[in-house]
């Protein structure tokens, strides 16, 4: 395989220019500014009579998951390419989709692409200005590049968390939303959570003062996650890397990014701002067997201009104490925020105890997941040609997680200057890949992936 030195450059603007006070002040309204938030769009054409064609570029279970709620929200709607670097990942999902939906669903041989430039004749299918969307929903660190062909296309946009990997990355995906604002495109970014009725309606209640002045929010994401083992000796370094995309920074940032930007977006939502440094601490098991790049655990200290302070915690260790929700510590009262895999489980608790038998309020059960609620609300916006553009803030939350690995990474306080003016990146030649260059890092003569050591580890 031929290796890749020469980086790509930059992108020519003001890394710094993309204020941490992005939302409203007023935390009361933010709920009402969500769905929509973000641009001042001008007017371009809605979805036409024909309806709304997809491309499905990256074809896991998250991607095909998306296509069924794309459908489910709007019976125009038809998935007419698909894309991806593997054929057999891109039969099974064309198969479970075609199952649920066979009339709408029917990707012609033709239409179906694979290859690392498949994503570009995937886009090219579609027609600009028409309300057709490009589904960005394969490995993190090919979205830039994704998002700024599909922008340039014309088309709209949803592509799936998390967003980048690396503060070029970011950047990227600013400078794409800014051009997407200019053209009047549509993008919807995977925190779905942004959608849920019951999150919203806290906010406001929070916003009118029920459990007073927010004083510090803790977010818990601990699950057992399966380690990755040794590469047998048939399989290709490449093509290793990309299907275990989890456990490689360059791919997708790694796990605790790819996932608990969930609970980060949250955290952001709620403080309604980024914060100005990230302190983290983290650390692998002594029996841990692990070949990939992830540590076992992260506990990750955000604190905001004001001194307010945000935490997240995982664990990935089987047989420990689990816990998957978002809580707000208020003056006067508790609140939960979320609850498991995303639930919009929102309560207030009669005082800082948070506990069940302490519950002053609780949102009833909502009817919608928050995933099926963002499709509703993106394809509303689609036909009815109303301002949606969720790529800024996305970026941000991404760069506020990307804030809190390098912290723990690294041993060190990172600001939030620091990793938005930062000019690392996992993998320079990322944008040309082809199967016939090595992926930026292999493993030792023992199998084992390089594996962050605090002190001597760089990536910001």
């Known amino acids: 395989m031929k290796k890749l030195n020469s980086p790509t450059s930059p992108p020519d603007y003001e890394a710094t220019s993309f204020s941490r006070r992005h939302f409203l002040a007023d935390t009361g309204k933010a709920g009402a500014a969500s769905v929509l938030a973000g641009f001042s769009i001008p007017a371009v054409h809605a979805a036409g009579s024909d309806g709304i064609r997809l491309a499905l570029i990256g074809c896991g279970g998250r991607g095909s998951g998306a296509v069924v709620n794309a459908m489910d929200a709007d019976d125009g709607v038809s998935l007419t390419a698909m894309a991806d670097l593997y054929d057999d990942r891109l039969e099974r999902s064309r198969v479970a989709i ?15 692409y694979i290859g690392f430039d498949a994503f570009k ?58 051009e997407a604002e200019a053209r009047g495109l549509k993008i919807a970014a995977g925190v779905m959570s942004r959608h849920s009725v019951n999150r919203i309606e806290l906010l406001r209640r929070i916003g009118a003062g029920e459990i007073g002045n927010i004083e510090s929010i803790s977010a818990y994401r601990m699950g057992s996650a399966g380690p990755l083992g040794p590469k047998p000796a048939e399989k290709g370094e490449l093509e290793w890397q990309l299907r275990n995309f989890t456990k490689f920074f360059w791919v997708s940032g790694g796990l605790w990014t790819e996932m608990d930007i969930h609970q980060i977006d949250e955290i952001c939502w709620i403080k309604g701002e980024y914060p100005v440094s990230a302190h983290g601490i983290g650390g692998r098991a002594f029996n841990n067997t692990d070949k990939g790049q992830n540590l076992d655990s992260y506990s990750i ?43 919009g489980t929102t309560k207030i608790f009669k ?41 800024k803030r996305a970026a941000l939350s991404n760069l506020t997680a990307i804030m809190g690995r390098a912290a723990t990474h690294m041993g060190k306080v990172i600001t939030w200057d620091e990793a938005m003016a930062s000019e690392f990146t996992w993998f320079p030649g990322l944008d040309n890949l082809d199967s016939n260059i090595e992926p930026p890092i292999i493993s030792d003569e023992n199998g084992q992936y390089p594996v962050p050591i605090p002190g001597q580890w760089v990536e910001i």
């Open 301 to 343: 200290e955000w604190t905001f201009a004001d001194g307010t302070k945000a935490y997240d915690y995982v664990r990935y260790i089987p047989k420990c104490h689990n816990d998957f929700a978002t809580y707000i510590q208020g003056s006067e009262r508790s609140a939960q925020f979320s609850g498991n895999i995303h639930a």
């Open 351 to 391: 005082d800082k105890r948070i506990a069940d038998d302490n519950v002053l309020w609780e949102a009833p059960k909502e009817e919608l997941t928050p995933w099926q609620a963002q499709w509703n609300d993106f394809t509303k916006a689609i036909r009815e040609n109303q301002p949606f553009n969720q790529a």
């Open 121 to 178: 004749r995937a886009i090219d299918t579609l027609r600009p200005d028409s309300g057709d969307i490009a589904m960005l929903t394969g490995y993190a660190g090919f979205r830039p590049q994704q998002l700024e062909y599909a922008v340039s296309k014309g088309v709209n946009v949803f592509m799936e968390k998390s967003f980048a990997t690396d503060p070029p990355g970011v950047r990227r995906v600013l400078k794409a939303a800014e």
């Open 98 to 112: 075609e199952g649920k939906y066979k009339e709408r669903a029917t990707v012609p041989p033709e239409n179906r």
